[in-house]
């Protein structure tokens, strides 16, 4: 099983209607359903915003939308796509801007399969695995060990503030998060302690 990296997006045009696919990294329903609120806002001059999204470390949650299209004409055929792609923590979505010419059942299908299609080509995926938060804080001397550490694959979402101190945070591999707490351990000579938060597939 697979998870997205990063957003994407890919845009068709067929018989002069603009069909503008786009992906999301998301993790519950409540952030899909926010993201689709906000496309639906920023795109408020488009006919339709269609969506399907597949959650959950087995992609056991789906959902979709027609959003006014004919039923099963639009939401169905990017929710197959998605689930055919063996991905999960994803939302897409396809906005059309109609063009002038009805393309009948048919076409509306293959015209939301192949935008979803198109999106899924351009986006980055990386294997889904357990992850958990960390967040921890070190002096500047001791900060370039400890960022030459935190480079592995391991390590995602990295993020620095520096202050008095340097304050970092992110996710890592839940098989990796006892060796980080031991090397800040040993580094600071106990001085620090890794705070590390509960599992997530990520």
């Known amino acids: 099983m697979e998870t997205l990296v990063e957003y994407a997006s890919a845009e068709l045009e067929i ?11 998301v993790v519950s329903q409540s952030e899909a359903r926010s993201l689709l609120k906000q496309q639906k806002e920023k795109y408020e001059d488009a006919t339709h915003v269609v969506h399907g999204f597949v959650l ?16 099963g004409t639009a939401g169905r055929p990017v929710l197959d796509v ?13 906005t059309r801007w109609f063009g002038g010419t009805l393309l009948g059942t ?31 804080t070190v002096d500047y001397d001791q900060y370039q060990l400890v960022k030459r550490y935190i ?4 390590f995602t979402n990295l993020t620095e503030e520096f202050g008095a101190q340097v304050s970092l945070s992110g996710f890592v591999e839940s098989a990796a998060a006892s060796g980080l707490a031991l090397f800040v351990k040993d580094l600071t000579k106990g001085a620090v302690v890794v705070e590390l938060g509960e599992e997530a597939y990520m």
């Open 82 to 94: 998605l689930k055919g792609r063996n991905c999960t923590n994803i939302l897409l979505t396809v």
């Open 15 to 25: 018989k002069k209607s603009r069909f503008l696919a786009e992906v999301f990294p």
């Open 106 to 136: 048919g076409g509306l299908v293959k015209a939301y399969g192949d935008s979803a299609k198109a999106v899924l080509e351009v986006a980055s995926f990386h294997e889904l695995v357990v992850r958990r938060p960390f967040s921890f």
């Open 151 to 154: 480079q592995a694959p391991e």
């Open 56 to 71: 959950g470390p087995a992609a056991e949650v789906l959902g979709m939308s027609d959003d006014g299209e004919p039923a």
